[in-house]
């Protein structure tokens, strides 16, 4: 999230679309209701189904499940055409002036530099024009046919509302009537919140989706302000802390990033990454990248990470390929792959194409499973009839089992979906032989280490080397992992302009990032949490929900990274002289006396910056202002271009009919076997969308008897016209079928869902709910992903769980 759950209290209006919050966050949504009891805030539900979310909203509009782009893109005309957007926020603090290079264009749904038999991009047109003193060429008059604006503005006129009806489903006057709604925030003194989840990031051009979403909130001024956003409602309490803590295949902690396979020297590595203003006067906070590896390093290696050695930059992996899940299983599935260690993850039930799963892990050697419950993936390899039919005799691979804790059995932090650490403290002791997570994972580590000391090895120095000081050293204990991640320093720490001056002794816990050093002298695990834990104690304990200015900015509340902000951006609340756009709403403000930035929240700036320094709100890019021309950070484009789901109803993309590689998302990556497997609209005709249920977490609470009385049988939605045709009435049960497989469920018929005209075609949607397997307390079912297909984002890698294609017939 930019905001964070609280601050939704103070919007004007709530779209949530790419979600469901009602029903996936209940105790987040609480913050909406709050909104509309004391603010009078409107809400707005965009989904293929009318949720419970729609049901208490003051607007619905139905859409096909993976045309939000095409949507949002028509938003982005609309405001365009009828000058419905804050003009200073967006003059002041977004790219609308810059001019992009002559040699970008796009053509018939493919921007230049495609190359089809790679599927991908050579983007080196997707930039800037830069003028000799080496900064952005601008226009401020907006004129110039290359200015961001105008280049945008060209974009998005396809987008007309007549081309969103053909694409979405989505009535006229329903999509009018939302642009309508959105518009009126553009006013400086009203702001917007949008509310997004997997809804939007579980399709092929899901990143796209949510930058789009992104777009429409820089046009109207909502970014950086108080019940504005981009807000993420996370589906796990700390699948914000996992990706924070860079456990995607090729991130390190805090979002930097792996070196890649051509980056074999560390200097090249740092300065690409440590960007520099493209402005005169900005501030590119990646320009400390080098304090923030360097002491991620010292970390994880202490002593042994010198100058010398680059801060032992060589043992790093140097990525060939990103290895996500998709690209995992693929592997397993070539043979490619002896061994698996699979932490808190069911993929067998969470991950695309069972079949695939399960073919994969049937030609490893061996399985680890590290998880407080059994899962249909330690038992992938067992017969369990018609839910999984497989043959143990043919299957080799050797399962070990590792039960751990729940997060009820441990002290730790969470991160949830505002950023907020929040420490948590054991209530209960772990059943059997369950042992914590950091002693499952110490026990391999030492054993690993205490073998090649005594063996040797190809290259021992990374596991030999890695800082293990801990009391207990096969039992770290959370408060020690967390004070890691915090930092320290490892030598007296003195202020910059002033070495006598010391800020931090030797020793001492880090207030907070902006003591990182570059020479050695700190240590953090992660510099995006640096000042959780300080001298002053463990910060993420606090309980004070003091609210001194009556915003919901709780600064003594746990703590938020980073810096303990709770809105990310907040500079951009203010106009450039830096009084607040909207005084009721106050995050921060220029306090001329005290010749600081200063409010309810911590300011996201250099605090003694005085406006008229003209430096800008957003300091993570070189540029200091928003994008809305992404340079070449996207697979697909820097201008969102819809493109189908890879599995369709309709023939063509209605954008261009006629050019078959602009169909689907041309940059993602497809595995060549994959292309097989993909569905096509005359076998498999209605689109089918998966979703969580409130009774159910997950493939967790299958386990539990109240969950399992209060959601019994698994069943899937559909739409009374499409029972008709298919004579099927409540309580039948039914085969939903793609090209992958197929599960029976019980027919739950009903008036949520609708029929949709798409592109002149009569479009039907099949909604399953996820939380089903072979095992459990709850009535057994079919895996929901046996029917889902093996591609992901062109970004991320997410496979595309929302958006595919079924047919279906009565049993």
Not at 72 to 78: A, E, F, K, T, W
Not at 520 to 529: A, D, H, Q, R
Request: charge should be neutral; include cysteine.
């Amino acid at each position: 999230m930019t905001n964070h759950w609280v601050d939704i209290k103070n919007t004007d209006l709530v779209l949530i679309m790419g979600g469901n919050a009602a029903e996936a966050h209940p105790c987040g949504f609480k913050w909406v209701t709050e909104a509309k009891a004391h603010r009078k805030a409107r809400l707005i539900v965009v989904d293929p189904r009318f949720t419970r979310s729609a049901a208490v909203s003051d607007y619905y509009a139905p859409i096909r499940a993976g045309s939000d782009i095409a949507f949002l893109g028509g938003v982005i005309n609309y405001l365009l055409i009828h000058d419905k957007i804050q003009h200073e926020y967006v003059k002041h603090y977004t790219d609308f002036s810059f001019l992009v290079k002559d040699e970008f264009a796009l053509e018939d749904g493919i921007f230049s530099g495609y190359n089809p038999e790679k599927r991908s991009y050579d983007k080196s047109t997707w930039g800037y024009q830069i003028g000799p003193d080496g900064y952005v060429v601008t226009d401020p008059t907006l004129q110039n046919p290359r200015c961001v604006y105008q280049l945008m503005k060209a974009h998005y006129s396809r987008y007309t509302p007549e081309m969103v009806s053909t694409i979405c489903g989505t009535p006229r006057d329903a999509f009018l009537k939302v642009c309508e709604m959105i518009a009126a925030t553009a006013a400086p003194d009203k702001a917007m919140t949008i509310m997004y989840a997997l809804g939007w990031t579980q399709h092929s051009q899901g990143s796209q989706m949510i930058r789009t979403g992104a777009m429409v909130q820089l046009l109207l001024g909502n970014i950086g302000v108080a019940g504005g956003g981009m807000n993420a409602l996370r589906g796990h309490s700390n699948i914000q802390g996992l990706t924070d803590l860079g456990l995607l295949s090729n991130l390190l902690p805090g979002y930097m990033t792996l070196p890649g396979d051509a980056e074999q020297d560390y200097r090249t590595y740092v300065d690409k990454r440590a960007t520099k203003p493209l402005r005169p006067g900005q501030l590119s906070y990646w320009s400390n990248y080098g304090k923030f590896f360097v002491s991620t390093m010292k970390a994880w290696y202490g002593d042994a990470a010198t100058a010398e050695n680059d801060w032992c930059y060589d043992w790093l992996p140097k990525l060939d390929k990103g290895y996500d899940i998709l690209q995992v299983f693929e592997d397993m599935n070539q043979g490619r792959m002896n061994g698996y260690i699979c932490q808190g993850f069911n993929p067998l039930a969470s991950a695309p194409c069972k079949i695939k799963v399960s073919t994969g892990l049937s030609k490893l050697k061996y399985l680890v499973i590290i998880d407080p419950l059994e899962t249909e993936t330690a038992e992938f390899w067992q017969n369990h009839g018609e839910y999984n039919d497989v043959d143990p005799a043919k299957i080799q691979t050797e399962v070990f089992r590792l039960p751990s804790t729940c997060f009820a059995e441990e002290d730790g932090s969470l991160v949830n979906s505002g950023r907020w650490l929040q420490w948590h403290w054991k209530a209960a002791e772990p059943p059997g032989d369950a042992k914590g997570d950091q002693e499952i994972l110490a026990g391999i580590f030492l054993k690993l280490k205490a073998m090649y000391q005594k063996d040797g090895g190809a290259f021992p120095d990374p596991i030999l080397n890695l800082t293990w000081k801990h009391r207990q050293p096969a039992a770290p204990s959370p408060e020690e992992l967390a004070r890691e991640f915090s930092g320290r320093a490892l030598k007296d720490v003195t202020d910059p302009k002033d070495a006598t001056k010391v800020l931090v002794k030797a020793g001492e816990q880090l207030n907070g990032f902006a003591e990182l050093r570059d020479d050695g002298s700190t240590s953090c695990g992660c510099w995006i949490f640096s000042g959780a834990w300080t001298e002053k104690g463990n910060m993420m304990a606090r309980r004070d929900n003091s609210d001194p200015f009556g915003i919901g900015q709780t600064l003594n509340w746990a703590f938020a990274w980073p810096a303990n902000r709770r809105v990310l951006y907040n500079r951009a609340s203010c106009d450039p002289a830096g009084k607040p756009f909207d005084p009721t709403r106050k995050l921060i403000a220029w306090d001329a006396a005290g010749g600081r930035w200063g409010g309810a929240d911590i300011p996201d700036f250099k605090v003694d910056s005085p406006p008229e320094d003209g430096m800008n709100p957003f300091i993570m890019n070189p540029e200091g202002v928003a994008r809305f021309f992404a340079l070449d950070k996207m697979a697909e484009g820097p201008f969102p271009e819809h493109y189908e789901p890879f599995e369709s109803p309709i023939a063509n993309n209605p954008l261009h009919p006629t050019n078959a590689a602009a169909r689907a998302n041309p940059a993602a990556r497809v595995f060549k076997d994959d292309w097989a497997t993909f569905g096509t609209p005359d076998k498999f005709p209605h689109v089918c969308t998966t979703y969580r249920l409130t009774e159910h977490f997950h493939y967790w609470t299958k386990h539990v008897r109240l969950n399992a009385i209060v959601q019994p049988e698994q069943f899937v939605e559909i739409d009374e016209d499409l029972a008709r045709q298919k004579g099927i009435k409540a309580g039948d049960h039914v085969r939903v079928k793609s090209n992958r497989g197929f599960i029976v469920a019980v027919a739950v018929v009903t008036k949520r869902l609708r029929t949709l005209d798409i592109a002149g075609k009569k479009v039907h949607t099949v909604g399953v709910p996820i939380h089903w397997g072979f095992l459990g307390l709850a009535k057994n079912g079919y895996i929901t992903n046996t029917l889902t297909p093996f591609v992901g984002d062109g970004n991320t890698q997410t496979p595309e769980f929302k958006s595919f294609l079924v047919d279906l017939e009565k049993v």
